[in-house]
């Protein structure tokens, strides 16, 4: 267990470092976020250089002066950007001497990643906070970056979560908040404000659920602690939510680990799209407690799954794509209408624990008696930890594509429902 009395004067200094980063960082003023990258090639790019020393289109950061006429830090000298081949959300860019500032692309924050050995520039950017290596005493509030913390072997780095032990279904995070390793530091909207400033939380990683509550993001930013959002639940394509382990790896120093284990993700899909697609109908849903159908929207990266899996989303013209909205309610007559012909259901299980049988989801819903695939024995479920395991994307459509073609052996995150 972590001496948390020890590291209580490093964890004092380290805020005092963010606090030097300037009142625009650390309340989230958005300036202008970094362009965006090349987002279908691997590996970092050289920046475009132009005749000013920096890529194109924006200002050098080592230029004399900025638009304000701030003298910028000489440090601060662009290299290249990660190059990515699928997240559209975040952004990475390298400077001399290991320097890497993150963006989170939806809302223009930026994270100047600081060396440890390296001192943090006077003025790091417009918008920017410093963090110093290590990053660490996280509060994590997005439970799916867990995973991707797990898979980078740095657990270490989270010290308080948003979720009580009993509602990780990780094993690593279980272990790590029985041991008191890692301290329940309240949900998203009521956060244990004295607790986490007590103890030196460095950084809180929140979903977007912070946005019901900006005055809990207003407090934490007033205690000096920088907000991060996570939003690779936005990424339309499956592999693009799985790509954040880059983000995570840029923001930990563990680049080389992230690329490996996105590869690992990225053969699973090469494995499933080169098999025949099947064009056999799914839906996936949720049976809301005030009895609406909450189904995903065709620009989120479930259906997208589906597609790469071989098959096709029923509800394709559902939605509007405009709304960023993964999910959408609709009433039972309208998933009647659109499902009853479809040759599967999916069961979406990460919010209320799921169903074991047939007789459990008609229980919910006693309409599904009629469709096709309840009357052919196609139900299927997903297992409670999906939406914690990012990393479960390429096994999820291997799985998806196993149930379309019915070769169900050894399948990981689905689970067929049985009558009786």
């Not at 900025?66 to 662009?78: A, K, R, V, W």
């Not at 494995?271 to 909450?294: C, D, L, P, S, W």
């Not at 960023?324 to 007559?333: A, D, F, G, L, Y």
């Amino acid at each position: 267990m972590r001496d948390r009395k020890k590291n209580g004067m490093k964890r004092r200094k380290r805020m005092v470092i963010l606090l030097l980063a300037g009142v625009m960082g650390l309340c989230g003023c958005s300036g202008s976020a970094v362009s965006p990258v090349d987002t279908r090639e691997a590996g970092i790019e050289a920046g475009s250089e132009d005749s000013a020393g920096g890529r194109d289109g924006e200002k050098n950061e080592s230029s004399p002066e900025d638009e304000n006429g701030t003298e910028n830090s000489p440090e601060l000298i662009h290299k290249g950007s990660l190059a990515l081949q699928y997240a559209e959300n975040f952004a990475v860019d390298y400077y001399e001497g290991g320097y890497v500032r993150l963006t989170t692309t939806m809302d223009g924050r930026k994270f100047l990643i600081v060396p440890e050995d390296k001192e943090v520039p006077q003025n790091p950017g417009e918008g920017t906070v410093a963090l110093k290596r290590p990053v660490e005493d996280i509060y994590l509030v997005a439970s799916s970056a867990m995973d991707m913390f797990c898979a980078l072997d740095e657990l270490d780095s989270i010290a308080f979560s948003g979720q009580k032990e009993d509602g990780w279904y990780l094993e690593e995070a279980r272990r790590a908040m029985a041991a008191g390793d890692i301290l329940y530091a309240g949900k998203y909207n009521r956060p244990d404000y004295e607790l986490i400033v007590s103890e030196g939380c460095a950084l809180a990683i929140e979903n977007m659920m912070i946005s019901h509550s900006p005055e809990v993001m207003e407090k934490l930013e007033e205690f000096g602690i920088p907000v991060m959002i996570e939003y690779s639940s936005y990424e339309s394509h499956p592999l693009g939510r799985a790509e954040w382990i880059k983000f995570y790896g840029a923001l930990t120093g563990r680049e080389e680990e992230a690329a490996k284990i996105f590869a690992e993700q990225t053969e699973i899909l090469a494995r499933v799209e080169a098999e025949e697609k099947t064009e056999k109908t799914v839906a996936f849903f949720f049976v809301t407690a005030n009895g609406m159908i909450q189904v995903r929207q065709p620009s989120d990266y479930v259906p997208k799954m589906i597609e790469l899996a071989g098959g096709k989303y029923v509800f394709e013209d559902l939605g509007d794509a405009d709304t960023k909205r993964s999910t959408v309610n609709i009433q039972v007559e309208e998933f009647y209408a659109g499902a009853k012909d479809a040759d599967f259901l999916i069961y979406n299980s990460a919010i209320d624990g799921g169903v074991f049988s047939v007789e459990e989801l008609l229980d919910k819903c006693g309409v599904l008696t009629d469709f096709k695939a309840v009357r052919e024995g196609n139900v299927w479920c997903t297992t409670n930890d999906m939406y914690q395991q990012p990393l479960s994307i390429g096994f999820l459509t291997e799985d998806i594509h196993a149930m379309l073609s019915g070769e169900t052996e050894g399948m990981h995150y689905l689970f067929h429902l049985e009558q009786g």
